[in-house]
């Protein structure tokens, strides 16, 4: 039989956590929650970026021709993207010149707040990032958050005045409504929890998806608007069978080495 | 002076438990980056019979942990309680022993616990928020290596007190 001592012991815990509940939700203690985070934030941080800084940065090549072949590929797609940069520019103008044609008013521009990635989610078996703006900078649940200039790499899941949550699309609970750059602008949902590479379902059997076809958002969800890079497509499968065929896309950054992003706060 | 001798010793012990966590959660490599340091530390202290210490630590780390937190405020606290009193009664009642064998059977019982109440947990305070689904393969894979990892931890750390608590003792050399 335990200790009256003991008993004791386990009754001031219990009602400490109901009063820290309590104060929590009331919002009673978020001065001293912020202080907290004020002071080990700057750890996390530091410790995020020795990470990213001392991580497999590196790319092994079994032979020297394997080595050469890459090269050459690395070559020919430079090249390959400097056209289509330049095809790009040309566009934009172009599309510009036709919205003023046609006296396009932009509404709800939206705003983008740029943040830094401060860590990841700890005692977690999700894959979250946590960034440094918040309530704050009119931050809000549900927004995207992307990287180098338009790669969808999240949404944000829990705000604080200070500091934001994000879940990364490669999440086992992140669903992101998609569209492919094919000719049938084949439409359906990438979904996390596969590791580093991410799976778009839901993709009729009767349209065409080739490897190194782009996905892109679908505007068709709320708050997530259309033309954001998701991944390409890394392979498909579609099999006899199944009513719909599954593709499965390699991220359009590399996730776990995030260190600035920005959050559209109205998409 | 004790008293303030003890709560700053109780602080100490909580920010190097807390940093070392974080710095194995972030610097370690794979697998490794999978071990619950602030678990196994309390578990540890269950073993060596500090209950209450361990109850305590585990309100304030769990506290800490909520702090970076996705999941509802509350859910790593109640889990890291619940299963630190779990895992406490079977030391108390069922694993008396210590041997090696005991300490495996209580690193994988202990682990799976604190997984499995933690998905409980978590999936109840999001039930009338969203619908949560935790047993993807990519999950199960990550909590069997969490459970292997934290089990080879506390088997690491006490083959290292035995070391020294016994072998190189130099009251027994």
Redesign the interface.
């Given at each position: 039989m335990p200790y009256p001592s003991?008993h004791r012991?386990?009754a001031s815990?219990g009602v400490?956590?109901i009063i820290?509940?309590i104060l929590?939700?009331l919002g009673a203690i978020r001065p001293i929650?912020q202080f907290?985070?004020n002071i080990?934030m700057p750890?996390?941080g530091g410790?995020?970026t020795?990470?990213i800084a001392?991580g497999d940065n590196y790319q092994f090549f079994r032979n020297k021709e394997e080595f050469i072949k890459n090269y050459q590929q690395c070559i020919a797609t430079t090249e390959r993207q400097t056209t289509l940069s330049a095809d790009n520019i040309r566009l934009e103008d172009e599309n510009n010149e036709l919205k003023k044609q046609l006296a396009y008013i932009e509404k709800n521009k939206p705003l983008f707040v740029l943040a830094q990635v401060v860590?990841?989610?700890?005692?977690?078996?999700?894959q979250?990032i946590?960034i440094n703006r918040g309530t704050n900078e009119n931050i809000s649940i549900d927004e995207p958050v992307i990287a180098n200039n338009g790669i969808l790499v999240g949404k944000v899941?829990?705000v604080e005045p200070d500091?934001s949550?994000v879940?990364l699309v490669n999440d086992?609970?992140s669903r992101i409504a998609a569209s492919i750059l094919n000719d049938d602008r084949s439409l359906g949902i990438v979904e996390g929890?596969?590791?580093i590479s991410l799976q778009m379902n839901f993709i009729p059997r009767n349209e065409v998806v080739q490897v190194g076809h782009q996905v892109i958002t679908s505007g068709l969800e709320k708050n997530i608007p259309r033309g954001l890079v998701i991944g390409i497509v890394a392979s498909i499968e579609n099999e006899a069978y199944k009513p719909f065929q599954r593709a499965i896309l390699t991220p359009g950054t590399e996730l776990n080495k995030l260190t600035m992003v920005s959050v559209i706060t109205n998409p | 002076m004790k008293n303030a001798i003890t709560l700053l010793h109780a602080i100490a012990s909580i920010l190097v438990i807390?940093?070392l966590?974080?710095?194995v959660?972030?610097?370690a490599p794979y697998p490794i980056y999978n071990l619950?340091t602030?678990y196994i530390y309390l578990v540890w202290l269950l073993i060596h019979s500090q209950?209450?210490k361990a109850?305590?630590l585990a309100?304030t780390l769990g506290?800490?942990?909520e702090?970076?937190?996705?999941?509802t405020?509350?859910v790593?606290?109640i889990t890291l309680?619940i299963s630190v009193t779990v895992v406490g009664w079977l030391i108390e009642k069922i694993f008396t022993s210590h041997s090696w064998y005991i300490i495996l059977i209580i690193g994988l019982c202990a682990t799976l616990t604190y997984?499995l109440l933690?998905i409980l947990v978590s999936s109840a305070s999001h039930f009338f928020k969203d619908i949560?689904?935790?047993m993807?393969?990519?999950?199960i894979e990550?909590?069997g290596v969490?459970i292997l990892v934290n089990t080879t931890g506390l088997l690491l750390l006490y083959g290292i007190n035995k070391l020294f608590t016994k072998r190189v003792n130099p009251r027994y050399i």
């Open positions: 003991r012991a386990y815990l400490v956590f820290l509940l929590h939700y929650e907290i985070r080990i750890v996390f410790l995020h020795f990470n001392v860590g990841r989610e700890i005692s977690s078996i999700g979250t946590i899941i829990k500091i949550i879940r086992n609970q929890g596969f590791g | 807390f940093a966590h974080t710095g959660a972030y610097s619950h602030i209950k209450t109850m305590w309100l506290y800490l942990t702090l970076f937190s996705a999941e405020f509350g790593h606290t309680l997984r933690f949560t689904s935790y993807t393969s990519n999950t990550s909590a969490e």
